[in-house]
């Protein structure tokens, strides 16, 4: 009786035996190895993926994507295309090759006022390389042993965006958000525990600079049982951005320690009174209060300008995910036409610099004038709606006004 090579049951005990040249297998057997040979090629698929070299943009491609979200801040968007174009070659280029130079990590500071755009840059870039990336905020952050966050739960973030994929991971970006919330309060080193400030900057100096960090994976105090992951920080891109208020007196105090004789006051001339932020200089977040050990971990420091009111009206109309495009996008799915008139827009971008709202503040002046409309929208049988600036008054009324001039 014909049995099967494989398992060794008979053509009785099987649905199916097929006959090869001198051997027989079984549709059990079939299906085992198709599984076998299926998982194999995922594993080899996955592993590959990870290792591949993607393929890497020049800068003036990274600065030309970034036009297509980012209005305005040319300099921020040139000199963050090209510390990523840098970074990227090194951690998939630099370390291929056999040459006895090393290439350093060029982690970037911005800074610049709320709703400038730093964190749609960051975001913009990570889309566009399509690696993990997280945001955190540095206010939830205090020294370990304390009450909060420790700094290492950043990587824990990471990873996750990453599915537990600790290799993907580990070309990453983070963006660490309200950097400036944790300077200390002066210049000078804090003679007392400053937990939340200078503790946690000195927490973050071996994340920056690169070294291995045990993670926990769920977390750090509430499961004090569980198995660490072992994290490479070399290759993760490290991003912060803050408002940093206050200090253009910094930069301006350090601009006029050198204004002696007649020179000294002509070059004063050249200098912008109205952006003072296009100065800013390491020595200035010194003196804001950050420690000098992490501010030498960021070594790219750029600014971003004000929105003026133009920008801030291409900001509604022009950018990809444009804020009046998102809108009738939600209403076209309900059929419905949605027309702005040209009034309308300088209405909610006077509004926005009224009330020093910046990129941010546009959203919540469209939430407000949109919020019946879009109640009403999807039973109306009208198919067009057109907002002009009669309706976008009637609806800031001055409850809605208060309200948003209370959360400058």
């Known amino acids: 009786m014909n049995r099967c090579s494989f398992c060794g ?9 097929v006959k090869g040249l001198s051997a027989y297998i079984c549709d059990d057997c079939i299906e085992s190895a198709h599984d076998i040979i299926t998982g194999t090629l995922n594993d080899h698929r996955s592993v590959k993926s990870t290792d591949a070299i993607p393929k890497l943009l020049k800068p003036n491609q990274i600065y030309e994507f970034l036009n297509q979200y980012v209005i305005g801040q040319d300099e921020a968007k040139k000199t963050l295309a090209v510390a990523v174009y840098n970074h990227y070659k090194r951690v998939f280029k630099a370390k291929k090759a056999s040459n006895e130079v090393e290439v350093e990590k060029s982690n970037i500071i911005m800074v610049g006022e709320t709703g ?34 420790d700094v290492e739960s950043i990587l824990t973030r990471l990873l996750q965006v990453a599915d537990y994929d600790v290799k993907r991971a580990e070309k990453g970006i983070v963006f660490i958000d309200e950097i400036d919330k944790i300077a200390r309060k002066g210049d000078n080193p804090s003679i007392t525990r400053d937990v939340s400030g200078e503790g946690v900057q000195q927490g973050l100096l071996k994340l920056l600079e690169g070294s291995k960090v045990n993670v926990p994976p769920q977390g750090g105090r509430k499961h004090p049982e569980q198995r660490f992951i072992e994290v490479d920080t070399q290759d993760i891109l490290f991003i912060c951005g803050g408002a940093f208020d206050g200090i253009e007196k910094k930069i301006a105090q350090r601009l006029n320690t050198t204004t002696v004789g007649f020179k000294a006051s002509k070059e004063n001339e050249k200098i912008n009174r109205n952006n003072l932020l296009q100065y800013v200089a390491p020595q200035d977040l010194k003196a804001y209060g950050l420690i000098p050990e992490l501010i030498g971990r960021l070594p790219v420091l750029t600014y971003l300008t004000p929105l003026d009111r133009n920008a801030l009206r291409q900001i509604l109309t022009e950018p990809k995910n444009a804020l009046i495009k998102q809108y009738q996008h939600l209403l076209a799915m309900d059929g419905v036409k949605l027309v702005f008139t040209n009034e309308a827009l300088d209405f909610i971008v006077d509004k926005a610099i009224e009330y020093k709202l910046g990129a941010r503040g546009l959203r919540s002046i469209c939430e407000a004038v949109m919020r019946d409309l879009m109640f009403d929208a999807p039973t109306l049988k009208q198919k067009t709606i057109v907002v002009d600036d009669v309706y976008c008054q009637d609806k800031l009324n001055s409850q809605v006004m208060n309200r948003l001039k209370s959360a400058v």
């Not at 049951?9 to 035996?17: G, H, Q, W």
């Not at 749609?120 to 966050?149: C, H, N, Q, S, W």
């Open 116 to 149: 400038t755009g730093k964190t749609l840059m960051a975001r913009t870039i990570a889309k566009m390389l399509d690696v993990p990336f997280t945001i955190v905020d540095a206010t939830v952050f205090t020294e370990a042993g304390y009450v909060g966050e």
């Open 9 to 17: 049951r008979t053509e009785k005990n099987v649905n199916l035996l």
